[in-house]
Each structure stands twice: as structure tokens, then as C-alpha cells.
């Protein structure tokens, strides 16, 4: 069993940057991918972004595509995700999760993560 631990989360004004991290508890543990993934209040949670764990290989949601970016430090078992330009409509509850097998959509849908972190909140008011 792992546990993953994300920090970062914050009030900022919209254009700002923000950094997500998430590390792992286990210096073994060695997923097929991580991935980000939020919940807005009253939605589902939703892919944002994904890295294939060996091969660096990333995907990104459109809503994200050209302003996130999501990197990991193999050695230390973490994960981040760098926001900029951030926006009101980016304003949830930010989860890291952990694909431990390959899947045909690429760790698009939450459904394919075996762990996940307890969340961290990302606010940036309108």
C-alpha cells in the first residue's frame, strides 16, 4: 500500500501560478502513471493531466492544455504540476493519483487510478 500526499494548494488571483506536489510514500513504488485529476463543489471529478511513469510521456485535458504542465522526479518519487495563468474555472480540489497497470485511455478517466492522495484546494475567485 502506498499513500500519496499532495501540498501546494492555495488562494491566488486569476493569471497567477501556482506549483501541486505529490509524493509518494513508498521509495519502491514504481506506477505505469500519475496523473492529476480535480472536483469542483457540484461536479464531477475530472482528468486534468497525466505522465507515463518511465517514459515521461504526457496528456492534458483541453481546459489545461498550453497552461499546466505535469513532471516528475523519478528519484524521489514526486510528482508536480505547474499551473499558470490560472482561472476562476480552475478553482477545486486538486488529486493525485496513481495508475499501477496500463489502461486503453491512458489515465484520461479517474476510474483507472488504484491510489490517490487526500487532495489539496486550489481557490482563484472570480
Known amino acids: 500500500q502506498v499513500q500519496l500526499v499532495e501540498s501546494g494548494g492555495g488562494w491566488v488571483q486569476a493569471g497567477d501560478s501556482l506549483r501541486l506536489s505529490c509524493a509518494a510514500s513508498?521509495?519502491?513504488?514504481?506506477?505505469?502513471?500519475m496523473g492529476w485529476l480535480r472536483q469542483a463543489p457540484g461536479k464531477e471529478r475530472e482528468f486534468v493531466a497525466h505522465?507515463?511513469?518511465?517514459?515521461?510521456?504526457?496528456a492534458y485535458a483541453d481546459s489545461v492544455k498550453g497552461r499546466f504542465t505535469i513532471s516528475r522526479d523519478n528519484a524521489n518519487n514526486t510528482l508536480y504540476l505547474q499551473m499558470q495563468s490560472l482561472k476562476p474555472d480552475d478553482t477545486a480540489v486538486y488529486y493525485c493519483?496513481?495508475?499501477?497497470?496500463?489502461?486503453?485511455?491512458?489515465?484520461?478517466?479517474?476510474?483507472?487510478?488504484?491510489?490517490w492522495g487526500q487532495g489539496t484546494q486550489v481557490t482563484v475567485p472570480s
Open positions: 513508498s521509495s519502491t513504488f514504481t506506477p505505469d502513471g
Open positions: 493519483a496513481a495508475r499501477i497497470r496500463p489502461t486503453a485511455t491512458g489515465g484520461t478517466t479517474p476510474d483507472e487510478y488504484a491510489y
Open positions: 505522465i507515463n511513469w518511465r517514459w515521461g510521456t504526457t
